[in-house]
């Protein structure tokens, strides 16, 4: 039974350039949360997926959007990146809502130079 | 606001301790999510707490939901190197936006 998996592991883009990042969630799970966690601090909430829409967003601006696929895969986009935008970038999913835990992916860390 | 709010930022233990981090909050919750993350790993759910003055245990590890549900604990007895990490609290807020605690970095010296 699968994890989530995250692609890919690292990234260095430049500065005003786009992303986008990958996931597929664990087997059964129907939802995917997007994170983005700046060094130190605690994961913070950017985006919620769900049967292909974006049901919750985080304070994050338009340039972060995302999608999520019939397969309940989901793509997170970043357009015109920002030094501060380097930081770890946590896939989640879930059963619903997550009211039984989030599994986590590994992350994909973005480095904006 | 919505945050969750832990204390302390850092705990330095020596093996054998007893650790304990507080997970405090404003406003009633719903529940509490505790989630660990190992140094360079990402988050893994260890527990959730959903009714007034729940205790739960997983081991070393045992889990407090406050009676008020404003406030939670986790404890860990004889810490073990194992247990180094950083612990958090999280809360499904309004319109189910998921928030974390800004954790508590746990170091265990052998």
């Known amino acids: 039974d699968a994890g989530v998996t995250q692609s890919p592991t690292h990234l260095i883009k430049t500065r005003g350039q786009q992303v986008t990042l990958r996931c597929s969630p664990k087997s059964g799970h129907d939802t995917v949360s997007w994170y983005q966690q700046a060094l130190g601090q605690g994961p913070q909430f950017i985006f919620q997926y769900y049967e292909e829409e974006e049901r919750q967003r985080g304070n994050f601006p338009d340039r972060f959007s995302g999608h999520q696929f019939p397969n309940y895969s989901s793509e997170l986009n970043v357009n015109a990146l920002l030094l501060g935008d380097s930081a770890l970038y946590l896939c989640?999913?879930?059963?619903?809502?997550?009211?039984?835990?989030?599994?986590f992916g590994s992350g994909t860390r973005l480095t904006v130079v | 606001g919505q945050q969750v709010m832990q204390i302390p930022q850092y705990q330095h233990v020596q093996e054998g301790e007893d650790f304990t981090t507080y997970c405090n909050s404003s406003t009633t919750l719903s529940n509490i999510q505790w989630y660990k993350q190992r140094p360079g790993g990402h988050p893994v759910f260890l527990i959730q707490l959903v009714k007034s003055g729940e205790v739960k245990k997983q081991k070393r590890l045992t889990f407090q939901f406050g009676e008020a549900k404003k406030n939670s604990s986790l404890h860990i007895t004889a810490t073990q190197t194992t247990d180094v990490g950083t612990y958090f609290c999280?809360?499904?807020?309004?319109?189910?936006?998921?928030?974390f605690g800004s954790g508590t970095k746990l170091n265990v010296k052998p």
């Open positions: 999280a809360r499904i807020g309004n319109f189910n936006k998921f928030y």
């Open positions: 989640a999913s879930s059963e619903g809502q997550g009211s039984y835990g989030y599994t």
